[in-house]
């Protein structure tokens, strides 16, 4: 399981949404083994004066949080991160210093997912990973 959001400036984010997502989904797929049909995104898209980001920072700044079951090793999490830079810039030019990522881990036990907990939740794939 993986909830993202991705964050930035309405007007650079907005027309890059489906190509961001489908890159991002696919280093998921790649590197966690999640089946090619889990896909969660969330867009925020900001207007400028909502999000602050530091100097030397530009319009592309753009923060992508993942949400994951705990399970995956350190580094299979920093395949993934390593992985995310270099597809977001190749396929859309957006610099690693214009990119930051943050993986939060949570216990299966405090998703709630189909009505039920997480962590009764069979999957159909590996977590630990």
Known sequence: MAQIKIYGVRERLNPIK???SEVI???VVDVFQLPAD???HRFFPLSREDFFF???RTDHYTVIEISIFEGRTVEAKKQLIRLLF????LTLHIAPQEVEITIFE???HNWGIRGVPGDELALGYKVNI
Request: hydrophobic share 15%.
């Open 18 to 20: 489906e190509q961001l």
């Open 25 to 27: 989904h696919s280093c």
């Open 38 to 40: 889990k896909k969660f």
């Open 54 to 56: 530091p100097d030397g």
């Open 86 to 89: 270099e597809r977001i810039e």
């Open 106 to 108: 949570t216990p299966q």
